[in-house]
């Protein structure tokens, strides 16, 4: 069981009946927690527009509110949004009359008002027609934004008009620009989904349901946040082995050094990777373990890439080994690798190796000789390798689906874990740890990550968490995923997605740790 603040991830009924049981037909606890949750999703939606775009001097919000919960959530992130920003105008679509609205929705209908009436608009589905009615609206500029909380996780189907045709319009408009959902895409339910919305972002506020994570809906839910309300801090629900990282996990990085440290207390990572047409995979793993803190770096490349490799990057202790014709690295070094291993603290292995058998039977050797934290990852992650090496609680496998199938064909990697005790970190939109029965998502990150070299930094920042042995595997592998994706979110917002290079990730590892979010 992995030491960092984790909580559970409960289907739409277990969510119903821990919702009963917490709040206990309090209404306040519910207006606390509602309140917490409009604020959580106000204040993430104005980071995750960035991403696209600067905002605008006079944002246009287009807000859809159901009467239940999810539309009082809706409704408070408005006005969080409205508050932020002074200038911003919000355009509401309310599926019901506020009169037939939860009582705690209507609360917030009146508190937004209450802050802003003046900047905001409304369109009665029940007198216009919606998407005609947003069309004219929409005819000189469009919204910045789009505020789903029309249905939540007791949408029963099929969904019944003008919610199908509006969700339609939104989908196929031009004229929004970030579309975000509270809690599930309207269309996507515990029972199955139809035409969702498709948000860009949806904000998990309090709990993440089965739904969204589940592949099929994938497409729909853009990408996940969760904002984490404290539900689960006296209510932790150990059982339960499929679970979310918490947002607050990064704070485990946050630490001093030790005053009576030397470099050697912070780890000494031995990384082997890198051939003469794919170099540039061992430096960027080299850079990221370093910018990661690991207190000393030996890489093993091949000898040709060795006079660039010393000059580019100073720092790490570059090992030239005898090549293949192939310019991968051979067999021959296996003695110099060795000499090196007995300094090491952690082995990581796989960026940029290539395809030669040769070099694939070097990193086997290598791996059964080292007896400590290994991460294989890339070019490493082959069944003549995996296959042929002890599997412990020490190995970490760092593959993405297509790496995952090459290893162990299509299995279930929750079935796979089983059988090959090890962790293993499956990379996707959203990571995925496993570590004997436990199966963990890391939610966050960003899309400019979807590009070559990103795997390659991820390997570096692990191996330097394993390197410096403060934390077990599994919290090695579950904080350099969120560490990994905080920072690729912060250079989203500063730089957009498009006009990047996966290495200026590393730039901000360390805005990443030292402020909240």
Same mark, same amino acid.
């Given at each position: 069981?992995?030491?960092?603040?984790?909580?559970?991830?409960?289907?739409?009924?277990?969510?119903?009946?821990?919702?009963?049981?917490?709040?206990?037909?309090?209404?306040?606890?519910?207006?606390?927690?509602?309140?917490?949750? #409009?604020?959580?999703? *106000? /204040?993430? !939606? &104005?980071?995750?527009? $960035?991403? %696209?775009? +600067? =905002? @605008?001097?006079?944002?246009?919000?287009?807000?859809?509110?159901?009467? #239940?919960?999810?539309? *009082? /959530?809706? !409704? &408070?992130?408005?006005? $969080?949004? %409205?508050? +932020? =920003? @002074?200038?911003?105008?919000?355009?509401?679509?309310?599926?019901?009359?506020?009169?037939?609205?939860?009582?705690?929705?209507?609360?917030?209908?009146?508190? %937004?008002?209450?802050?802003?009436?003046?900047?905001?608009?409304?369109?009665?589905?029940?007198?216009?027609?919606?998407?005609?009615?947003?069309?004219?609206?929409?005819?000189?500029?469009?919204?910045?934004?789009?505020?789903?909380?029309?249905?939540?996780?007791?949408?029963?189907?099929?969904?019944?008009?003008?919610?199908?045709?509006?969700?339609?319009?939104?989908?196929?408009?031009?004229?929004?620009?970030?579309?975000?959902?509270?809690?599930?895409?309207?269309?996507?339910?515990?029972?199955?989904?139809?035409?969702?919305?498709?948000?860009?972002?949806?904000?998990?506020?309090?709990?993440?349901?089965?739904?969204?994570?589940?592949?099929?809906?994938?497409?729909?839910?853009?990408?996940?946040?969760?904002?984490?309300?404290?539900?689960?801090?006296?209510?932790?629900?150990?059982?339960?082995?499929?679970?979310?990282?918490?947002?607050?996990?990064?704070?485990?990085?946050?630490?001093?050094?030790?005053?009576?440290?030397?470099?050697?207390?912070?780890?000494?990572?031995?990384?082997?990777?890198?051939?003469?047409?794919?170099?540039?995979?061992?430096?960027?793993?080299?850079?990221?373990?370093?910018?990661?803190?690991?207190?000393?770096?030996?890489?093993?490349?091949?000898?040709?890439?060795?006079?660039?490799?010393?000059?580019?990057?100073?720092?790490?202790?570059?090992?030239?080994?005898?090549?293949?014709?192939?310019?991968?690295?051979?067999?021959?070094?296996?003695?110099?690798?060795?000499?090196?291993?007995?300094?090491?603290?952690?082995?990581?292995?796989?960026?940029?190796?290539?395809?030669?058998?040769?070099?694939?039977?070097?990193?086997?050797?290598?791996?059964?000789?080292?007896?400590?934290?290994?991460?294989?990852?890339?070019?490493?992650?082959?069944?003549?390798?995996?296959?042929?090496?002890?599997?412990?609680?020490?190995?970490?496998?760092?593959?993405?689906?297509?790496?995952?199938?090459?290893?162990?064909?299509?299995?279930?990697?929750?079935?796979?874990?089983?059988?090959?005790?090890?962790?293993?970190?499956?990379?996707?939109?959203?990571?995925?740890?496993?570590?004997?029965?436990?199966?963990?998502?890391?939610?966050?990150?960003?899309?400019?990550?979807?590009?070559?070299?990103?795997?390659?930094?991820?390997?570096?920042?692990?191996?330097?968490?394993?390197?410096?042995?403060?934390?077990?595997?599994?919290?090695?592998?579950?904080?350099?995923?969120?560490?990994?994706?905080?920072?690729?979110?912060?250079?989203?917002?500063?730089?957009?997605?498009?006009?990047?290079?996966?290495?200026?990730?590393?730039?901000?590892?360390?805005?990443?740790?030292?402020?909240?979010?």
């Amino acid at each position: 069981m992995s030491l960092l603040p984790t909580d559970p991830i409960l289907s739409v009924e277990e969510s119903l009946s821990f919702e009963k049981k917490y709040f206990g037909g309090d209404e306040e606890l519910e207006w606390q927690a509602m309140n917490k949750a #409009g604020e959580g999703v *106000g /204040d993430a !939606l &104005l980071r995750d527009m $960035r991403e %696209l775009r +600067t =905002i @605008p001097h006079r944002p246009r919000i287009l807000v859809l509110v159901g009467k #239940g919960h999810n539309g *009082g /959530d809706g !409704l &408070l992130a408005t006005k $969080r949004l %409205l508050q +932020t =920003i @002074p200038t911003a105008r919000a355009v509401i679509i309310p599926l019901a009359r506020w009169e037939d609205c939860r009582s705690l929705t209507q609360r917030a209908w009146k508190e %937004l008002k209450e802050l802003a009436e003046n900047r905001i608009e409304m369109i009665d589905p029940s007198s216009v027609n919606p998407c005609e009615e947003l069309e004219k609206r929409t005819e000189g500029r469009g919204f910045d934004a789009l505020i789903d909380g029309l249905l939540g996780m007791q949408a029963k189907l099929p969904l019944r008009e003008p919610i199908p045709a509006l969700i339609q319009w939104i989908n196929d408009s031009e004229k929004i620009a970030v579309r975000a959902s509270v809690d599930l895409p309207t269309g996507v339910t515990g029972e199955g989904s139809e035409n969702p919305l498709r948000a860009d972002f949806t904000y998990c506020t309090g709990m993440v349901k089965k739904p969204v994570i589940d592949p099929i809906n994938s497409e729909y839910v853009g990408r996940l946040r969760y904002l984490n309300l404290g539900f689960f801090d006296d209510n932790n629900l150990e059982e339960k082995r499929l679970r979310v990282l918490c947002p607050s996990a990064l704070q485990k990085l946050r630490r001093l050094r030790s005053v009576a440290g030397d470099k050697r207390s912070h780890g000494h990572l031995f990384l082997l990777a890198g051939s003469l047409d794919l170099g540039g995979a061992a430096m960027m793993a080299a850079q990221a373990a370093l910018k990661a803190g690991v207190g000393l770096l030996t890489v093993g490349i091949p000898e040709s890439l060795h006079p660039a490799f010393v000059a580019q990057l100073p720092e790490a202790m570059w090992v030239p080994l005898p090549e293949t014709p192939e310019g991968t690295l051979a067999l021959e070094g296996l003695g110099k690798i060795r000499q090196s291993l007995n300094r090491a603290t952690a082995l990581a292995a796989g960026p940029g190796l290539g395809s030669v058998k040769e070099t694939h039977t070097l990193v086997r050797e290598v791996c059964n000789f080292f007896d400590g934290p290994t991460l294989l990852d890339a070019d490493a992650l082959r069944s003549e390798i995996v296959e042929k090496i002890e599997l412990s609680d020490e190995l970490v496998l760092t593959p993405h689906a297509g790496e995952f199938i090459r290893l162990a064909g299509k299995v279930d990697p929750k079935e796979w874990i089983q059988d090959n005790p090890c962790t293993l970190i499956l990379k996707g939109p959203h990571s995925q740890v496993f570590s004997g029965q436990d199966q963990t998502f890391c939610m966050g990150g960003s899309s400019l990550l979807a590009r070559g070299g990103s795997g390659d930094l991820l390997t570096g920042i692990l191996g330097a968490l394993l390197a410096k042995r403060i934390f077990s595997l599994q919290d090695c592998a579950q904080l350099s995923v969120q560490w990994h994706g905080r920072a690729a979110e912060v250079l989203a917002r500063q730089h957009g997605q498009e006009s990047i290079r996966a290495s200026e990730i590393l730039n901000f590892l360390s805005f990443a740790t030292r402020n909240d979010f």
